[in-house]
């Protein structure tokens, strides 16, 4: 079985974060591991609070997977403070995992900001370099360009600015978009648009950690990158498809939905 790691922070709702790659993980038969960077107080209306896990400890989380077990896979999620980006990317140097999928979370669905304003300059230098493929959303992009992105277009010269500092490859996603939600990836040679038609539900917590978890997955287990992609997009939207509702807020989508109509259990 391949084996995949997360380095997120924890989502106490389930929605997002830690939790949500680890139930993707499973949904895609690999073995999920973690490291949890940060844990924050978190629900289906917002985040209250967060405890940042110190860089000593985040160091020993990782020495202890990377000196004892192959790792197929990478993916990292909320990385919170500049010292956290620091020793991710000194120990992901020094270990060299063969894909490392960076999801650069800033703000949370509900405004929060999961990563200090401080440390986006270090997420840009220490961790895009090291991306085989960064998966922005529009709002993230914008920050990491410094340009306003409101069309394909537009995220088209996104996704090549930011090929330019370093990602072997970008994954620009239109979520946020207007009309359709259609992502588009650049490999430093050509633009492949995953098209999808938006799907009209309030439901959509941790979308954008299950699509980077997904495409790890698959990255994992040895789909070339734009059919790993595009694979995680009929994933994500399956999974936005089935979404439900728990709480009294944005809820979170169903990963296991392909997995129980197989084994004939009755799905929400
Ligand atoms: N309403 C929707 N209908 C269909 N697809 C959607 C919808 N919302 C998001 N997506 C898709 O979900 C994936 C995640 O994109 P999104 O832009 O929502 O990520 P994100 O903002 O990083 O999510 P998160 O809130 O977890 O940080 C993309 O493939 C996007 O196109
Ligand atoms: C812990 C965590 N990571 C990522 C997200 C994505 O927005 C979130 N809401 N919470």
């Not at 929605?15 to 949904?27: E, M, P, R, V, Y």
């Not at 430093?188 to 539900?201: D, H, P, Q, V």
């Amino acid at each position: 079985m391949k084996k995949v790691l997360t380095i997120a922070g924890s989502d106490s709702s389930g929605g997002a974060g830690i939790q949500a790659d680890l139930k993707t993980f499973s949904a895609h038969g690999v073995f999920g591991m973690s490291v949890i960077t940060a844990v924050t107080a978190q629900n289906t209306q917002g985040v209250f609070a967060v405890q940042d896990i110190t860089p000593e400890m985040i160091a020993s989380q990782l020495d202890a997977i990377f000196t004892d077990i192959e790792v197929d896979a990478v993916k990292i999620g909320m990385v919170s403070q500049i010292d956290t980006i620091k020793v991710i990317a000194e120990k992901l140097r020094q270990y060299k995992p063969k894909h490392i999928v960076v999801d650069p979370v800033m703000v949370s669905k509900s405004g929060y900001d999961l990563l200090s304003p401080d440390a986006k300059e270090a997420l840009i230098q220490e961790l895009i370099p090291l991306a085989t493929v960064i998966t922005p959303n529009l709002p993230e992009a914008e920050v990491i360009t410094g340009r306003n992105i409101s069309t394909l277009k537009e995220m088209e010269e996104a996704a090549i600015l930011i090929h330019s500092l370093g990602a072997k490859a970008v994954l620009v996603k239109g979520g946020h978009l207007e009309d359709d939600a259609t992502d588009v990836s650049y490999d430093g040679y050509e633009f492949t648009y995953y098209k999808g038609t938006r799907i009209a539900t309030n439901n959509t917590h941790g979308t954008g950690c299950t699509l980077s978890s997904s495409i790890t997955s698959n990255l994992a287990n040895e789909c070339p990158l734009n059919e790993a992609i595009s694979k995680a997009k009929e994933y994500i939207t399956l999974a936005i498809q089935h979404s439900f509702s728990i709480g009294k807020g944005v809820g979170p989508v169903h990963h296991f939905y392909s997995m129980y109509q197989k084994a004939g259990i009755q799905h929400v």
